[in-house]
């Protein structure tokens, strides 16, 4: 395989038809880090293809569960060899820390686990008790057929592999479309697959630009389910061009997630440490490129000033630099468009009254951090309230808003008040209210007195805008197979509903 050929249809690795290329640039530096194949329509279609005869005259989809299994879990020990190289690649092509890129790996490693013991610990299918000794009634799944997978470019290898390893486990085929901005460690991880053995045209890899290869994966006739992770824009379009064919579809799309904190979490040192050092985590690991960044600080009025004072004192602190460089902590934005981008928000704020505590700008470039990379600093804006731009759209940088309640209900009204409901958190020190508030939060994930972990045996996805499925746990494994309702009669007879 060269450097161009990036494209996988069929078993067989190839440049795209047209000879069109992309280069990939590192976002530390703006170098380029690799030149890929740019896939078109022909491209698209020879993978859906190739995914389509390999699910209705392949051998995969009645593959025994065992033997699939078994390739799950040889995938995930090759991801552990590689695990330095591809921690090495996401961190290049993404701008996260290496130290990210080994908890992807490990993340991603847990999720081939998870689907192979999930599907090997099914009994088959569930007996139904049809009221009648002489009928036996069975409940099974099946694959659902061609599942196409559109990705983002902030967790590439780990949102790839959250559709790849159940849709694999279930017996289904697949194209993917990694995020034309961060395409390398799922160019990486279908070489996995290959070495695991997967079936030429079980697998396939389209690299290429959200027009035309994700669209055409969306409307494709041929795909039977299409799953699409990224921002709301594009979700919206892939349901649009989904519909007329009448495919499954399921998205995870945006978040502008609360982090509530009630003066209570804050009452001993101790307490006021970790809220602190969480809401630093949960807003700017990754420069705040994380879906469920906790973006919007919904803090108790009796505590702000202190805690935006210790918030904003640490936040100067984040090491900016090279996501390669030891002793960096958080590396640059993906791209020039996402600084632009950030750079606006911030603007926006400030024009609309916001107050500035830390960051606003681009950090001196240094020996880690060359100047033609798209570093930002972390900014606090304190002073925001629900009608800014800066805290009702997803910003995706690493800006915090700090907007303050005074009891509970108002903080429940805060957080609830988006047109997304991907995540949350709720910080107190009173047991009964923190389930209390997180009952009433209308987000698909809330975390009590932490932020950000998830775990492969449970549901992943959002309320309102934020999307229609999940991902991981049973109902991930769900959404990539049919179920099938067997009736059988073991004494058949007329039915004599006609007389004549
Ligand atoms: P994006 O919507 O720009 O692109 C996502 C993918 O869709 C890319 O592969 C892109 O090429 C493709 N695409 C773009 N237009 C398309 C179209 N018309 N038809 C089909 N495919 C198209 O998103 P992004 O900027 O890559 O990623 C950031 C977004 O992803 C954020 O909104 C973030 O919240 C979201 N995200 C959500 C989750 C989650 O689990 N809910 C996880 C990670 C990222």
């Known amino acids: 395989m060269s450097g161009l050929e990036t494209i996988h249809v069929d078993g067989v690795w190839r440049a795209a038809t047209a000879g069109d290329t992309r280069d990939v640039l590192n976002p530390a530096d703006a170098s380029v880090l690799a030149t890929v194949a740019e896939g078109g329509t022909e491209d698209t279609d020879a993978a859906v293809a190739a995914a389509r005869r390999a699910f209705d005259s392949g051998e995969w989809p009645g593959t025994p569960t065992a033997e699939r299994a078994a390739l799950l879990r040889r995938v995930a020990d090759l991801l552990q060899r590689d695990r330095e190289e591809i921690a090495l690649i996401e961190s290049r092509d993404t701008g996260k820390t290496v130290e990210e890129g080994r908890y992807d790996v490990d993340d991603v490693t847990s999720a081939f686990r998870y689907f192979a013991d999930l599907v090997m610990n099914e009994s088959g299918g569930r007996v139904v008790d049809a009221g009648d000794a002489d009928v036996h009634s069975v409940v099974v799944h099946e694959p659902v057929g061609v599942c196409a997978m559109i990705a983002p470019w902030n967790y590439p290898l780990l949102q790839a592999s959250w559709k790849i390893a159940p849709a694999l486990a279930a017996g289904n085929t697949f194209v993917v479309k990694p995020s034309e901005v961060t395409p390398l460690s799922t160019v990486h991880l279908m070489r996995l697959l290959v070495e695991a053995g997967l079936p030429a045209g079980v697998g396939n890899v389209v690299t290429g630009a959200g027009m035309p290869v994700g669209a055409r994966l969306a409307e494709h006739p041929d795909v039977d389910l299409v799953s699409f992770t990224g921002g709301l824009i594009s979700g919206v379009k892939v349901a649009e061009a989904a519909a007329p064919s009448v495919k499954k579809v399921a998205l995870e799309l945006g978040g502008k997630n609360p982090n509530v904190v009630f003066a209570d979490a804050c009452a001993t040192e101790e307490g006021f440490d970790t809220a602190v050092d969480q809401a630093l985590n949960a807003a700017f690991i990754h420069s705040g490129q994380v879906c469920s960044a906790g973006a919007r600080l919904i803090v108790e009025e009796s505590v702000r000033e202190r805690f935006v004072t210790e918030l904003a004192r640490r936040a100067e602190r984040i090491k900016l630099g090279r996501g390669t460089e030891k002793g960096v902590e958080c590396g640059p934005l993906v791209s020039q468009q996402q600084l632009d981008k950030t750079e606006d928000y911030v603007a926006s704020a400030l024009a609309e009254g916001a107050t500035l505590r830390c960051g606003g700008k681009r950090p001196e470039p240094s020996d880690v951090r060359?100047?033609?990379?798209?570093?930002?600093?972390?900014?606090?804006?304190?002073?925001?309230?629900?009608?800014?731009?800066?805290?009702?759209?997803?910003?995706?940088?690493?800006?915090?808003?700090?907007?303050?309640?005074?009891?509970?209900?108002?903080?429940?009204?805060?957080?609830?008040?988006?047109?997304?409901?991907?995540?949350?958190?709720?910080?107190?020190?009173?047991?009964?209210?923190?389930?209390?508030?997180?009952?009433?939060?209308?987000?698909?994930?809330?975390?009590?007195?932490?932020?950000?972990?998830?775990?492969?045996?449970?549901?992943?996805?959002?309320?309102?805008?934020?999307?229609?499925?999940?991902?991981l746990g049973l109902t991930g494994l769900d959404e990539y197979r049919e179920t099938k309702h067997v009736y059988e009669n073991l004494r058949p007879s007329p039915v004599r509903w006609f007389a004549g």
């Not at 303050?404 to 709720?426: H, K, R, W």
Request: charged fraction near 25%.
């Open 370 to 471: 060359p100047a033609s990379g798209y570093f930002y600093e972390p900014t606090v804006l304190d002073n925001c309230h629900r009608g800014m731009r800066v805290v009702r759209e997803e910003t995706f940088g690493p800006i915090l808003t700090v907007e303050t309640f005074t009891d509970e209900d108002g903080a429940v009204e805060l957080a609830n008040d988006t047109e997304y409901g991907l995540a949350g958190a709720v910080f107190s020190g009173d047991t009964a209210r923190a389930r209390r508030v997180a009952a009433r939060l209308r987000h698909g994930t809330i975390w009590i007195n932490d932020y950000h972990p998830y775990l492969p045996q449970a549901e992943w996805g959002g309320f309102g805008k934020s999307g229609v499925g999940r991902e």
